[in-house]
């Protein structure tokens, strides 16, 4: 038996709209609290959780209700949150219903657990150490589409975190070689990222918007450092690799000229003697198009420059124009799209003194 948490659909007062924004307050740190009991009807355990994240389905053992804790809320682009819960609780993620591309990210404080992948093939305890087997301070990174599973066969606390892929600096083949190594994850950024994690999870409410901007952009920068690590975990053919320092000298052609509104894929290709086609196959192996490499880079570079201490003044449609976009409309579209918030809620959230 189960209970499922998520948006009441019977409500008639309901947002009708399924592709709302899920976090209104994106940009700033927050967190909601939901201690759960044994009531009848859908579990309340999983609300703040399924906002966050996804719908929610708990079994907690033999009593069929789930009857512990969970804290959710953000942190910078950040959704965060922590699960406390008895033995013999499953937890059913499944995150395909939000929109956009996602990782999400785990850490286990506490007891001993279990992830498996659509929920399939759960091995009891004492029968050695399945694939998949958690334990203290281990870290997992899953494709946001999910779904998955989390078997607790103790008393355990997990924290959750949801992160964009489009925060991460790194092209989507690196991002399919991350989902793809056995969990949990090893090596050396692990051990930096996971204690980072639980304690962000813990103290999301405590943060500034703009401390929890920077702590944002930190979690970013070590999940882009994981992706990097796992791709360059295996040996690649010479041919592959040849590819590969054609695409970096492309993209290092495109960060020179950022700048340069006339920058396409034309251009790209004729300053490296290349056709067409071969440029868009060769980002098409990275999950990713020239345009869109290109407005991703604009992006970041922007970005860091609405950033800059000291820069109230900094005016985003001077910024827009500096780094290549057509107009200011355009730049604030593809920013919040990218980013969840504003280029000027960004820098003023950055620059500002929080006093």
Known sequence: ???????????????????????????????????????????????????????????????????????????????????????????????????????????????????????????????????????????FVLDGSGPYAFHAYEGFRLHLVRIPCGSLAVPGERIRDLVRRDLPLRGPVAPLLAPLLRTLAEHASGYSARTALHLAGNVAELVAALAVEAGDSGARPARRREREQL???????????????????????????????????????????????????RLEEARRELARPGRTDTGVAVVAGRWGFASAAHFSRSFRTAYGMSPSDWRDSRVRPTG
Not at 9 to 34: H, I, K, M, Q
């Open 1 to 139: 038996m189960s209970r499922t948490a998520g948006a009441d659909r019977s409500n008639p007062n309901a947002d009708p709209n399924p592709n709302a924004d899920p976090n209104p307050n994106a940009g700033t740190s927050g967190n909601t609290v939901t201690d759960t009991e044994a009531a009848p009807g859908p579990a309340p355990a999983g609300a703040g959780l399924a906002e966050a994240f996804a719908p929610l389905v708990v079994t907690d053992g033999e009593a069929a209700r789930f009857t512990g804790r969970v804290d959710a809320g953000t942190l910078g682009f950040l959704h965060v949150g922590t699960v406390r819960g008895p033995a013999r609780t499953t937890l059913a993620l499944d995150a395909s219903t939000v929109s956009g591309g996602h990782l999400l990210l785990g850490v286990l404080s506490d007891g001993r657990a279990r992830l498996v992948p659509g929920g399939r093939d759960v091995l009891p305890v004492g029968e050695g150490e399945p694939r998949g087997a958690l334990r203290p301070s281990d870290l």
């Open 247 to 297: 695409t970096r000298r492309l993209r290092a052609h495109i960060d020179e000229s950022l700048w340069d509104r006339g920058l396409s894929p034309v251009t790209v290709a004729a300053a490296h003697h290349v056709s067409i086609r071969h440029l868009h196959k060769l980002f098409s192996e990275h999950d990713s198009t020239v345009g869109r490499w290109i407005q991703h880079r």
